[in-house]
């Protein structure tokens, strides 16, 4: 094709496709309703920092001198049911995923777009209808809705609250489907299984998490709307049911739900470290059979939530050990992130320092799981702030830092401009630390014996607390200092271009912003991590050399 | 590959399409025995903690209705699965008649299902107040027996509206049948809910009956 050839007008981008509101909310097109589920979640995001922000301030102080006990309770239950279920569940998958995943394989769009934009509907549906009886209502359960208290005696809007989280099941569910079944039928000629890039593997083990355990959910709080409903002796232990029944499905899918948050992480760290240390993923099969391992494994270790319930000392021990085996696929990733970066030429951009903040906090997170899947120190840390310090660890220190550093990383491609780099890097410098400032105490208040889920506290912990509650007005801050700048960026960000970080993912041999049907000319397929350019590294940034 | 109507975005080739609709189901359905899979695990461990009371119970259901809604919903698997057949072999309108009969049979198993469940209110076998069973067993047999089969008629309504839509959308266009992958998606869903049942039988009419 000559250059004479080209059509006069341009293609419009994904943006301009169409103008009007309806034009949105009728889209089938897999990078819109990736926008569609960023402003969403980003909403349920701020409903539950702000809870969480109340809890904070509240806990500044050993008295309860700001909220009563009740509505402490029920704002972090509202904090852990929107967290879990209405942003980090969703967050990568529903957004990056949705928007990169047929880009990186080559395709025009998901399998099922009219799939995918039903699992929109059902997303914003359910959380807003959950949102709304817990603000109306209240729960006060804690997001594990534990029985008989969920059933027997809470007098909050159990039974509406997990209808919603139900309804929200299915909307995951239908985007793993579609994901699974986008990647075994639209990969473009030549994209083979062992070259597609970790984001994509990543992608699909957290498909196949999300499509074997949230069924398992969906029964389990059904069961509870049952019991409440109409008083079925279901989990009631005075009518011969069995309230450790309710535990272990619950941790069922629970537990995998975790590396539903995580695996998605990985995945976008993995992109980020080899393009900033140009260099190729090391032992990428490794890596792919470590996710496929720890979504495997993570089936298999539900238990290590209930080692003081009264379940069998045995299963203790088989727990305790599986547990520790998902400790060793983690490991080989976080060795082989590591040997990447070894005589890499590595860029600190933004989101090269977010994906550092994830190899550091996942780590730490990690380790001190092994902690808690050890019987012994596990009895001694239940139900403590150990425990919050280390699930924040991963799902926020991890998770979170991942997702901002994805969102930096694509911002180009999303939408066509580029982020102000210096601001960006002192918001990650800034939610790093803010970060460690909130939780690191949390482990050692927790591990000196302050319980969690505490509205009134001894004095003596009163000092991890206000260091805590500073912490967190750190991280608020450079929450919100990524949502100034990237709408700054909106209107007068540099225009990107369709590689600005000369990386090697097929997403990037797109236009940026994307056109409706991603590719102008089909992509070249080749190894997603050829960063060995005889040439040698070219200068990244201008502004940073 | 001639453009074909059936065709939808994002693809090009009505039979890839075909195996990915094929494809998406199957991996649905794990999801959809994995739904039941909670049910199942509940019953067996209060089966095994109370068996005596299960047998008992399980002896309280109608093994009429029971078996008369398992030979019905068997034959409606027959009449999907050969809907699907003809369709295959060019024969459009016997497809459809038997698409309707597998539509039939299954309003006939919501009938039946109903007149079961009115049979059994009117036995107080509900869980609660004026439950007809004593003993902490029979309740949680009963409350399982509500909960499994109340879900299982749900897959059935829901198997049902997917059916009509495929009637109604093949009655003027019969190649809808051969087409983009609805009928294969639709029979395996159908399947499902027909092997769901099978696994409840046993469960909940048959266990308890073994000794006379």
């Known amino acids: 094709m000559t250059d004479a050839a080209l059509p006069a007008r341009p293609v419009p981008d994904y943006l301009h496709h169409g103008h009007t509101i309806w034009s949105w909310l009728s889209t089938t097109d897999h990078k819109r309703i990736g926008i569609l589920f960023a402003v969403s979640i980003t909403l349920f995001f701020t409903i539950g920092a702000v809870a969480i922000a109340v809890v904070r301030l509240e806990l500044l102080t050993p008295a309860g001198d700001l909220v009563s006990d009740d509505t402490y309770n029920k704002l972090f239950t509202l904090h852990g049911i929107v967290m879990v279920w209405f942003f980090l569940v969703p967050s990568i998958p529903v957004t ?42 209240g729960v006060d359960t804690g997001w594990t809705f534990y029985t008989p208290y969920s059933t027997m005696f809470s007098n909050g809007a159990v039974l509406t609250a997990v209808a919603g989280v139900i309804v929200v099941g299915f909307s995951s569910v239908m985007t793993g489907v579609n994901f699974i079944a986008t990647t075994h039928m639209l990969r473009a000629p030549g994209m083979t299984w062992f070259r597609l890039p970790l984001f994509v593997w990543a992608m699909y083990a957290t498909s196949l998490v999300m499509v074997l355990a949230t069924p398992v959910l969906a029964m389990t709080l059904l069961l509870i709307m049952a019991e409440r409903w109409f008083e079925l002796p279901i989990f009631d232990p005075s009518r011969g049911g069995d309230p450790l029944l309710f535990q272990h499905l619950f941790w069922f899918y629970s537990h995998p739900a975790v590396y539903i948050m995580v695996l998605p992480a990985m ?25 496929i391992g720890i979504a495997v494994i993570g089936f298999f270790v539900w238990g290590h939530h209930m080692f003081v319930s009264g379940q069998s000392p045995y299963a203790n021990v088989v727990f305790s050990f599986l547990s520790f085996m998902v400790a060793v696929p983690s490991a080989i990733k976080v060795f082989n992130w590591t040997a990447t970066l070894y005589r890499g030429s590595i860029v600190f951009t933004a989101p090269m320092l977010y994906a550092f903040s994830f190899l550091g906090l996942f780590t730490i997170g990690g380790l001190t799981g092994l902690f808690l899947a050890t019987v012994p120190i596990d009895i001694h840390v239940t139900d403590t702030y150990f425990v919050v310090a280390h699930f924040h660890y991963i799902m926020v220190g991890a998770s979170v830092s991942a997702f901002f550093g994805g969102l930096h990383f694509w911002w180009p491609k999303i939408t066509g401009r ?28 927790g591990y000196l014996g302050m319980p969690r889920r505490y509205h009134v506290y001894p004095p003596e912990f009163q000092v991890y607390h206000v260091l805590s509650t500073g912490g967190a007005a750190l991280l608020g801050g450079a929450y919100l200092m990524p949502l100034a700048y990237l709408v700054w960026s909106l209107f007068y960000g540099r225009r990107a271009g369709a590689n600005p970080w000369e990386a090697q993912g097929l997403e990037w041999q797109a236009p940026s912003p994307p056109p409706h049907d991603n590719f102008l000319t089909p992509p070249r397929v080749g190894d997603p991590y050829d960063y060995h350019p005889p040439e040698g590294p070219a200068a990244l940034m201008d502004d940073a050399a | 590959m001639t453009a074909s109507p059936f065709l939808r975005p994002p693809w090009d080739n009505l039979n890839r399409q075909h195996q990915a609709v094929s494809l998406g189901m199957w991996i649905f359905l794990v999801s959809e025995i994995l739904l039941f899979a909670g049910l199942f695990a509940g019953y067996g461990v209060y089966r095994h903690l109370y068996p005596a009371s299960f047998a008992k119970a399980s002896a309280q259901t109608d093994i009429v209705f029971g078996t008369v809604n ?57 869980p609660g107040p004026q439950f007809a069973l004593g003993g902490t067993g029979p309740a949680l047999f009963f409350s399982f027996y509500w909960i499994m089969t109340g879900v299982h008629a749900a897959h059935v309504s829901g198997g049902l509206a997917a059916i009509a839509r495929l009637l109604i959308a093949s009655r003027n266009e019969p190649a809808w049948l051969s087409g983009g992958g609805s009928e294969e998606a639709t029979a395996l869903y159908w399947h499902l809910v027909d092997v769901i049942w099978i696994v409840l039988y046993p469960l909940l009419y048959l266990n308890g009956r073994t000794h006379g």
Not at chain 1, 267 to 291: P, Q
Not at chain 2, 89 to 112: D, E, S
Request: overall charge positive; hydrophobic content about 60%.
């Open chain 2, 70 to 126: 398992t030979a019905i919903l068997m034959t409606s698997s027959l009449s999907i699965a050969l809907a699907g057949g003809l369709a295959r072999a060019r024969l459009p309108r016997l497809a459809w008649y038997c698409l309707l009969a597998t539509l039939v049979l299954g309003a006939a198993f919501l009938v039946v299902k109903g007149f079961e469940y009115r049979e059994d209110i009117d036995k107080h076998l509900f």
């Open chain 1, 96 to 137: 990056f995923g949705n928007f990169l995943l047929p880009l990186m394989i080559g395709a025009k769009d998901l399998a099922f777009p009219r799939i995918n934009l039903l699992s929109w509907y059902l997303y914003l549906g359910g959380a807003a209808f959950t949102v709304a009886t817990i603000i109306a209502g």
């Open chain 1, 267 to 291: 995945g976008v760290a993995s992109e980020i470290i080899a393009c900033f240390a140009r260099r190729r993923l090391f032992g990428y099969a490794f890596m792919v059979y470590a996710l």
């Open chain 1, 418 to 445: 580029l982020y102000p780099e210096l601001w960006a890097r002192f918001a990650a410098v800034l939610m790093f630390f803010g970060f460690n400032l909130t939780f690191f105490p949390q482990f050692v208040m």
